[in-house]
């Protein structure tokens, strides 16, 4: 038409397509598509999710390459395998994990107090006479090589004219010790991981009531998380009383902080420093838990042997006091009526930083010829000492490990469990005890060495607790180890690898994941 309408497109309004940032500028042209483009809640909430998730990948790979810097640095392969898996798969997590528990050694003001604990244990030992400890030569060599290893990585000797009963009849030792202390004229010391006030408890806590009116002087160290339970009560109990009692690293996270993870797990009484007691059993009933019923062995000492088990006592005592005990009134010269056996003290954990109980372990069964046999409620080994147990089986040794059936935890179950076909495959005899809870922990070698103390086969023992543990070099104290082992024997299954063969996948799957962080246990 002449009016030139038609065919024409209608008139562009510039203003329409304009871009959205010159409009909020206040610009007149609009959007081309004839729309205002308005920002949301949604496109503000991705593109502050994409800035986020930016940063938070930047900070979690900051932690892994930290990890991988700072993790191995003084620790086993097993143990920085370990936490490098946890920090790859749970970074944050393991951070924290890592801030509590991921260095085995004690704040900087016990670190300080433990610089003096070697030298004032070997002050103390000092007072053992020259006569009973120049007797590692007059070893068999065997031996002689064991004893000079200890004393390395102790520095306690190897002491002659002692006397080594063991006992694993749980209420006779309750009762024993009880009777011990009310037989005591001069000093009582008694140290125990796990102490409660029950039937168990309240008789050894009675004699050391008794003993003071006597004019007995009376010490007691509890570990403050062994013994949370029942601690506070004990406190009071024995608040008034005489009794001297303190704890154990109680938990402080300020001023003088201390570490949940770092225990003192030993078990030490001693009696006017004639009379000494040393192996697994806590003071408390047998039945621990419901229907858990506990099976131990301990080890009544007398003569030089309990002077080491006393220095032991004063190192302690020192870190929780600052007092030095030290003094030619604990440290009695043994009797002449005493025994003939051979023995000496490995004190082991974060304040003998030179002493791994772990190294000793492994250099026993290298130098066994004949037999090995090994007790222990929980076993998750290093690397070397589960290769000497291979490595002695393939020379000819016969090699046992008694573990009780079941621990006490699901997770160190699936996590020991993982060993197990290992051990079997390279002929290891692998014994389930079934009666009770086997908690006792010793190990003996050939005929003449037996171990008997308060360490597991696990790295807490190893690197994290403090333990205590008695090397005896004695024909006779092996026999009563064996007939102890013999008893084990009859109420315990062998499991065999065909059996352990048949377990099904998820059950593998399970103790595989739990191997791989099995060293953090």
């Known amino acids: 038409m002449r009016d030139g309408t038609i065919g024409r497109a209608p008139p562009i309004d510039w203003r329409r397509r304009a871009p959205y940032a010159l409009r909020e500028r206040g610009s007149n042209r609009r959007p081309a598509s004839g729309r205002v483009k308005r920002r949301g809640p949604v496109s503000d909430y991705f593109e502050l999710h994409t800035w986020w998730s930016t940063i938070l990948a930047a900070v979690t790979w900051s932690i892994i390459f930290g990890a991988l810097v700072v993790i191995p640095f003084r620790r086993?392969?097993?143990a920085a395998q370990g936490w490098l898996l946890l920090f790859f798969f749970q970074p944050f997590a393991a951070l924290v994990l890592f801030f509590f528990v991921g260095n085995a050694r004690h704040p900087k003001w016990r670190q300080e107090r433990i610089k003096s604990v070697p030298s004032l244990v070997k002050r103390a030992s000092l007072e053992i006479p020259d006569a009973a400890t120049d007797v590692a030569s007059e070893l068999e060599?065997?031996?002689?090589?064991?004893?000079?290893?200890?004393t390395a990585l102790g520095q306690l000797p190897c002491v002659a004219g002692n006397t080594v009963s063991l006992d694993a009849d749980y209420d006779r030792v309750v009762d024993r010790i009880a009777g011990d202390i009310e037989n005591a004229r001069h000093h009582v010391h008694v140290m125990f991981y796990i102490l409660h006030d029950d039937e168990a408890g309240n008789r050894m806590l009675s004699a050391m009531e008794r003993a003071v009116r006597r004019g007995v002087k009376c010490r007691l160290l509890i570990d403050?998380?062994?013994?949370?339970?029942?601690?506070?009560?004990?406190?009071?109990?024995?608040?008034?009383?005489?009794?001297?009692?303190h704890l154990i690293l109680p938990l402080r996270f300020w001023n003088r902080a201390t570490r949940a993870d770092l225990r003192n797990h030993r078990k030490i009484v001693v009696v006017d420093g004639r009379i000494g007691w040393i192996g697994s059993q806590n003071m408390h009933r047998m039945e621990y838990e419901p229907n858990?019923?506990?099976r131990e062995v301990m080890a009544r000492v007398t003569g030089p042997v309990v002077l080491e088990l006393q220095s032991v006592f004063i190192g302690d005592w020192y870190l929780e006091t600052d007092e030095d005990l030290s003094s030619h009134d604990i440290m009695p010269p043994p009797a002449d009526t005493e025994g003939e056996v051979r023995a000496q003290v490995l004190p082991s954990g974060p304040d003998h930083p030179d002493s791994r109980i772990d190294t000793l372990f492994t250099d026993l069964i290298?130098?066994?010829?004949?037999?090995?046999?090994?007790?222990?409620?929980?076993?998750?080994?290093?690397?070397a000492l589960s290769l000497a147990l291979r490595t002695a089986v393939a020379k000819g040794v016969q090699v046992t490990l008694f573990v009780t059936s079941t621990t006490k935890s699901v997770f160190i179950d699936q996590a020991q469990r993982s060993y197990y076909d290992e051990l079997l495959s390279s002929g290891v005899e692998l014994m389930l005890y079934r009666e009770r809870f086997l908690h006792a922990k010793h190990l003996s070698i050939d005929a003449d060495i037996a171990v008997i103390g308060s360490a597991n086969m696990d790295r807490r023992s190893?690197?994290?607790?403090?333990?205590?543990?008695?090397?005896?070099?004695?024909?006779?104290?092996?026999?009563?180890?064996?007939?102890?082992?013999?008893?084990?024997?009859?109420?315990?299954?062998?499991?065999?690898?065909?059996?352990w063969a048949g377990r099904g996948f998820f059950t593998q799957l399970a103790e595989n994941a739990m191997r791989l962080v099995s060293p953090l246990l």
Request: glycine fraction near 4%; proline fraction near 4%.
């Open 141 to 150: 060599p065997k031996s002689r090589t064991a004893a000079r290893l200890v």
């Open 224 to 245: 403050a998380v062994g013994s949370a339970n029942d601690r506070n009560a004990i406190i009071r109990r024995l608040a008034g009383t005489g009794v001297e009692v």
């Open 462 to 499: 190893f690197e994290l607790n403090s333990e205590v543990t008695l090397i005896v070099y004695d024909a006779g104290v092996v026999t009563q180890l064996r007939r102890i082992e013999n008893d084990y024997r009859s109420k315990s299954r062998r499991l065999t690898a065909e059996e």
């Open 366 to 383: 290298h130098s066994a010829t004949e037999r090995v046999v090994l007790t222990t409620p929980y076993f998750i080994p290093n690397e």
């Open 292 to 294: 858990t019923f506990y």
């Open 76 to 78: 086993s392969p097993e």
